[in-house]
């Protein structure tokens, strides 16, 4: 499922592939796609004739500012979406998605006046479309969070730390898989108090947020971490081989390793 990793492909893709061609229409399909008042009539009364200048990421939510000081796009992949260009999909196939070539789930498109297009693929149609979305609604990315932005963002909360790394009021791209693998990495029980951590333990958050999004990068997606295998049933840890325990907490399915997860 598209966590930051997953948007950040997205962006690249759409950096190399889509940056500087002009746009000649929009096709909105799907109106329940558009988001806060957004309306057919709206993006095209402002996009026509422009272009995308620039392909930024806050988080899991994208952004494609256009020239002459028009609206930026907003882009939210969901649980199942991808962006294609020209049919080339953005980052490795989904693990908990379907990766067929539909054309219905296609909710949203921008054609280019070259004859190419760029489309939101959706089958649980769960993303969405918005211009000039707020961007302050979000908390740090998590690709830059500082250790000073982490250390204010635990402290200060009651909730179970793993309910914390996954508000994106909080902190901006980490989804069920990363904060799992993540917390498995810190040795950090995701059921505890995040205000009751302590600066060491803090510390070993950060540095596992850091190496985390540099690895599952480097490999292909969110799905791609050392403890993503063993979230099945049965599973064990792959720093003991202590079984794993599942669990809900903050209402998603939870891995993590009773032994060394304090």
Known sequence: MPEGIEVEYARRLIEERALGRRIAGVDTPDLWYLKRGLTPAALESVLPGRRFTTARRHGKLLLLDTDWRGP???LH???SGRVLIDGEAAGDPLVYGS???NPEWHRFTVRFTDGGW???RDPRRLGAVELDPDEHRLGPDAFEVTQAELDRILTRSRAPVKAVLMDQAR???LGNLLVDEVLWRAGIDPARAARDLDRNERRRVHRAIRRTVQLTLERGGSHTGDHMAQRVAGGVCPKDGTPFERRTIAGRTTFSCPTHQR
Do not use: V
Request: no cysteine.
């Open 118 to 120: 760029l489309a939101m």
């Open 72 to 74: 930026t796009l907003g």
């Open 99 to 101: 990766n067929l070539e």
């Open 77 to 79: 992949l969901g649980m």
């Open 171 to 173: 902190i901006a791209g």
